[in-house]
């Protein structure tokens, strides 16, 4: 680029350098790797406003890192999660007009404002604040960001289960998961229909009726309803990694494990927080799930799990082996 170097008295060939320089942002110092316009004959320093906003950027972004101060970018990510415009988010937070549009373009925020943005980037904390506050959004505009709300939530406890899911499950289908991906929000249905018509359910016995379910479903229609695998475990076909599942349901809300102790021994019962969902199961599946519920409802875990055992599924396999959907055509439930 050419330009005019008052050193020369005249128009020059110009390059780009890199060099240290110091800048001061609210009275601290920091030391900056500028880039900057030098005059290729007298090698002076030629002004150059884009340089050095950019310059200015980089020092105002070392003044926040000391501080632990949002990005302008990660500001803007804030507002844009909620799907509200900058004018609409100073006004949901009662701040001047242009106070977002200005932190998104470079200005230093002030702590209270960043503390408060921290805070609203969890969704969960956003809900908190417009039930906490007198909002000056109009009842439309917050119907919609509490709409957007929920299904950022959403979507979250979903890609969430997914990630976890691809930790620990097969993502091809095959005769050990019923030729089916594992399905955390199916096995929650499962688990939430046991769980909420049952007086009282031992963990032991849930995974008996989980197991079963699976299998008769397979057995009928060729493919399972939660993608789980079984194990031959010492009690009875156990779900492979139900305890990281049933761990997830209580970070989840689904449900928890309550042991109390009856006699010297430990009883795992399970314990419902959330209501049947509908939608989630077909009609088939349901179908399944009430005709295992009916035939074992008077069975104690001990009596389950002896039952269990007499099948071909587990006395064909070893302790700890997977028992492959393929003996479910065995299963008879009369
Ligand atoms: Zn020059």
Request: glycine fraction near 6%; charge should be negative.
């Amino acid at each position: 680029m050419r330009k005019y170097c008052n050193q020369c008295g005249r128009e020059v060939e110009t390059r780009i350098i890199s060099k240290q320089e110091k800048y001061e942002v609210c009275g601290e110092t920091f030391d900056v790797d500028a880039q900057v316009l030098v005059c290729m004959d007298c090698g002076g320093e030629l002004f150059c406003e884009e340089l050095d906003n950019d310059t200015l950027l980089k020092a105002y972004n070392e003044y926040r890192k000391n501080h632990k101060l949002l990005l302008p970018d990660e500001i803007k990510k804030i507002r844009e999660q909620y799907g509200l415009s900058q004018r609409g988010f100073a006004k949901l937070l009662n701040w001047g007009d242009k106070t977002i549009h200005r932190y998104e373009n470079g200005s230093i925020q002030d702590k209270a404002h960043n503390s408060l943005l921290l805070f609203l980037r969890e969704p969960e904390n956003m809900k908190k604040y417009l039930s906490d506050n007198e909002i000056m959004l109009d009842e439309r505009q917050k119907n919609k960001l509490l709409d957007t709300i929920n299904s950022i939530e959403k979507n979250f406890g979903k890609s969430k289960a997914d990630k976890v899911a691809k930790m620990f499950f097969s993502d091809v289908p095959s005769i050990q998961n019923g030729y089916k991906v594992f399905d955390y929000e199916k096995l929650c249905a499962v688990v939430l229909f046991f769980a909420n018509k049952s007086e009282e359910l031992l963990k032991v016995k849930l995974l008996k009726l989980i197991n079963y379910t699976d299998m008769i479903y397979y057995k009928e229609n060729g493919v399972s309803i939660t993608g789980g695998s079984y194990l031959h475990m010492q009690y009875g076909p156990v779900l492979q990694n139900y305890d990281i599942i049933f761990g997830m349901m209580t970070a989840d809300n689904i449900m928890h494990i309550d042991i109390v102790f009856d006699n010297g021994y430990e009883k795992h019962k399970v314990v419902s927080d959330h209501e049947f969902p509908k939608g989630v199961l077909t009609k088939a599946e349901i179908d399944v799930l009430e005709r295992i519920y009916n035939k074992f409802s008077d069975f104690g875990s001990a009596e389950i799990s002896n039952y269990s055992h007499n099948e071909k599924g587990y006395s064909s396999t070893k302790h700890g082996e997977i028992i492959p959907y393929s003996y479910a055509k065995e299963i008879q439930l009369d």
